[in-house]
């Protein structure tokens, strides 16, 4: 299958033409119009520092259902024993910085480059994008952040500097996600990680078909900071 080339327009070939690994366009920007409309298309951007953009479109989603997700035993007995307190969008940037700068297994750097961080704060102040945020004693120690659109979240990135912080984030996030009938908050590509949280894999005309029907509802655009987490 070949790569697009994106236009000037914000605009994006259909996604079930993304090659087989799900690359499907390349170029373009990361302007608050073209994320929202890759969003709403299934598509998300993905590239390392120095290359240029790129658009995905995976053949295979992780999805976790709202009410169905899994806490392993162990992580639910430690979240009860903390003293962890949640937050909503207090402090976006620096969940996102801190999201981009925390070491993970077997990668060198990270995707959230200066652009991308720019990029989704931008979406945070337009109402948008949001954090759930873990703090300990007046300290933030964990948080994820991603985007919402319709009755649908898609998770971007966590990151935990006590033992269950984003385990804690997470579970905050699927109690919104069911206190406001989400149809999925979308995980991306599937890993091990998002398997033992309880996510489903499905295929991607399936994925299509449920964003589609979560868009037709309304987006609870603006600032999440007074809904208890």
């Not at 998300?44 to 053949?59: A, H, N, R, T, V």
């Not at 398997?195 to 655009?221: K, M």
Request: charged share 20%; aromatic share 10%.
């Amino acid at each position: 299958m070949p790569v697009y080339r994106l236009i000037d327009a914000p605009v994006f070939p259909d996604p079930r033409d993304a090659d087989g690994e799900g690359l499907l366009a390349v170029g373009g920007d990361l302007s608050i119009e073209r994320l929202l409309q890759a969003y709403a298309q299934g598509i998300f951007p993905w590239y390392s520092e120095g290359d240029p953009i790129l658009w995905w479109s995976p053949p295979e989603r992780a999805l976790i259902l709202p009410g169905q997700e899994h806490l392993p035993v162990r992580a639910q007995r430690a979240l009860r024993r903390a003293a962890f307190e949640l937050r909503a969008d207090t402090v976006f940037e620096r969940v996102i910085e801190r999201c981009a700068r925390i070491p993970r297994g077997g990668q060198q750097g990270t995707w959230i480059t200066d652009a991308m961080a720019r990029a989704y704060g931008n979406l945070h102040r337009e109402g948008f994008a949001h954090s759930i945020e873990t703090w300990e004693n007046g300290e933030l120690v964990g948080g994820l952040y991603g985007l919402s659109l319709g009755a649908a979240f898609f998770g971007e990135s966590m990151f935990s500097d006590r033992d269950y912080a984003s385990r804690a984030a997470f579970a905050g996030l699927c109690g919104i996600a069911k206190a406001w009938d989400f149809h999925f908050i979308d995980g991306q590509l599937p890993n091990a990680n998002l398997l033992q949280l309880g996510a489903v894999i499905v295929p991607r005309h399936e994925y299509l078909a449920r964003l589609a029907t979560a868009l037709t509802l309304p987006t609870r655009r603006g600032a999440w900071t007074g809904h208890r987490v």
